[in-house]
């Protein structure tokens, strides 16, 4: 999986941070128990949550050449949106104590 842009970015502005960045992202994107699918899919949902427009138009289209379905891409972005949703539910209770 290739990394994102801003990522690369820091080989030229912080080497060292950039060797460590990119291992960490090497070890988490490493086949394991998780495919390379899944992985993508939750990466595209993260994304989705954060708001990183970008990141999920690349990875939707890294999930696709894996093999994901529409409907996979579907129920990842409604996965992202009840875990953010649940989110501002959560913390807008406050506005009741």
């Known amino acids: 999986m290739p990394l994102p842009a801003f990522i690369e970015a820091l080989a ?53 050449d894996l093999g994901a379905s529409e409907e996979e891409i579907r129920e990842a972005l409604r996965l992202a949106y009840f875990v953010a949703g649940n989110g501002v539910l959560a913390t807008g209770g406050a506005a009741y104590r």
């Open 12 to 64: 030229g502005r912080d080497p060292e941070f950039y060797r460590a960045v990119k291992a960490v992202a090497e070890t988490a994107m490493a086949p394991g128990a998780l495919d390379a699918k899944t992985k993508t899919l939750i990466t595209l949902a993260l994304d989705a949550a954060h708001g990183a427009s970008e990141g999920v138009a690349v990875l939707a289209r890294q999930a696709r």
